[in-house]
């Protein structure tokens, strides 16, 4: 296979250490892949750094990120700029994760989240600025009252984007029934309340799964589905929701199986996707090298996967799913006492 280009953003904060620690991994795998580094987002030149960062993307085939707190300026361009629509995280169980509940085994699905619109527009403003459009509340039948000091945010649904995610889950839906999954996809929104944008989404979703009659199709109100992804969620299969509900269920899902430390995502487009993981920059730890690497481990075999690297990607979650089953060498937040680069250590031995 042909050399593949990835762009390596380490990001902010202690996150960098999790994006080398992966690095290393790739590298021991022997994977023909060309790595275009950036320096952590302390050492980002404000412009400088983030218009060379954006040709590097333009001209790769993927891109490895790390977690920002607002220093690596990028993350807009990966996600708006390359057209990410879907952000995809797995929420999957392997033995040795510090899982909270009883009986974690066997829980594997993936949360599919429209990644480009809803509230993270960031359309907000004051509210007097509604004043001049008479807004009547279906609620309160009644105007909008713009007098009082507030502020307003609006929620964006379109049609466009809703079919596009809905047939990206049915399509993964449909791909991992071919290798033993149920087929099934799921719904959800507060389209009880929403009746017009998250009711619009769930319809949207709803006419593009009756495209696919070879898979499942059911739909819950989210507040119903936060408690399926604690008390149910091995019936869940393949997930689709809007952008901010993704966001925070997707958190939440995470520590249904043992943290944050934990939990991958891709995010794809028609033509580009990138990977990084759920957590953040961990700020609170900078320095002192304890942090766990999995989740951008895990985010970069995703990575090897869609680069097409099949074998390397199944050693490399292979040999992660060895380390934790023999439990001997886990970082601090999985009851352990590894440091990151022990842990990395480890996995590279269980290659």
């Known amino acids: 296979m042909a050399n593949r280009r990835v762009v390596v953003l380490p990001g902010d904060d202690e996150a960098p250490q999790t994006v080398y620690a992966a690095l290393e991994v790739i590298r021991a795998l022997g994977a023909a892949v060309e790595f275009v580094e950036f320096p952590p987002g302390e050492q980002w030149i404000r412009g400088e750094t983030d218009k060379a960062a954006r040709a590097a993307i333009d001209t790769s085939d993927s891109t490895l990120f790390g977690s920002t707190s607002g220093k690596t300026t990028s993350i807009n361009y990966l996600r708006w700029g390359k057209q990410t629509f879907a952000n995809v995280r797995p929420c ?66 379109t049609e466009k984007k809703s079919r596009q995610i809905a047939r990206f889950a049915c399509e993964l839906a449909r791909k991992r029934k071919a290798q033993g999954y149920p087929g099934k996809v799921t719904c959800t929104s507060k389209y009880n309340m929403l009746r017009q944008s998250d009711g619009f989404f769930r319809q949207i979703v709803e006419e593009t799964a009756a495209g696919y009659p070879d898979i499942t199709y059911e739909q819950f109100i989210v507040d119903d589905f936060a408690r399926r992804i604690v008390q149910s ?29 934990l939990a991958p995502s891709g995010c794809y487009g028609d033509g580009y996707a990138y990977f990084e993981s759920v957590h953040g920059t961990a700020p609170d730890i900078k320095g002192m090298g304890v942090i766990n690497p999995t989740a951008t481990m895990l985010s970069a075999v995703m990575m090897l996967e869609y680069l097409g690297f099949v074998e390397e990607s199944r050693r490399f979650e292979q040999a992660i799913r060895k380390v934790y089953g023999d439990g001997r060498t886990l970082t601090v937040d999985q009851g352990g006492t590894a440091r990151t680069a022990e842990f990395t250590r480890a996995v590279i031995a269980n290659l």
């Open 92 to 157: 999957r169980y392997m033995p040795g994760f510090k899982s909270p509940l009883a009986r974690p085994d066997g829980i594997d699905y993936v949360i599919v989240r429209e990644n480009l619109e809803d509230l993270y527009l960031g359309l907000e403003g004051p509210l007097e600025a509604l004043a001049p459009l008479h807004l009547q509340s279906r609620i309160l039948r009644a105007e909008l009252d713009t007098s009082e000091r507030g502020i307003f945010a609006i929620k964006v649904i």
């Open 233 to 261: 969620a091995h019936s869940l299969d393949v997930v689709v929701m809007p952008n901010l509900y993704g966001d925070i269920l997707s958190d939440a899902a995470a520590g249904t199986i043992g943290g944050l430390g």
